[in-house]
């Protein structure tokens, strides 16, 4: 008898008939959209960490290597302060 009790429940809950109060009612859930970077275990979307930061170079590193590093060159302006 107590089975049938359940199988009755389980079918108006089903037919919407019951409501039950921990579930949602929206049937959906809340995560956020991914826009395109893939699903799990993924690194995200390229250019995500283009964000025109510096890259850090430690010139420590055994993997360093001079011919690679990027030289920032800044120009010397002549002043004229006799004017």
Do not use: C
Request: aromatic share 8%.
């Amino acid at each position: 008898m107590a089975r049938n009790m359940h199988q009755d429940r389980a079918r108006s809950v089903k037919k919407g008939l019951v409501r039950l109060d921990r579930h949602s009612g929206t049937g959906r859930d809340g995560a956020p959209k991914k826009g395109g970077a893939g699903a799990k275990y993924t690194w995200g979307v390229p250019g995500y960490d283009d964000d025109g930061s510096e890259v850090f170079v430690d010139k420590m590193d055994p993997n360093f290597d001079e011919e690679e590093e990027e030289t920032i060159f800044t120009s010397k302006r002549n002043v004229d302060t006799n004017k």
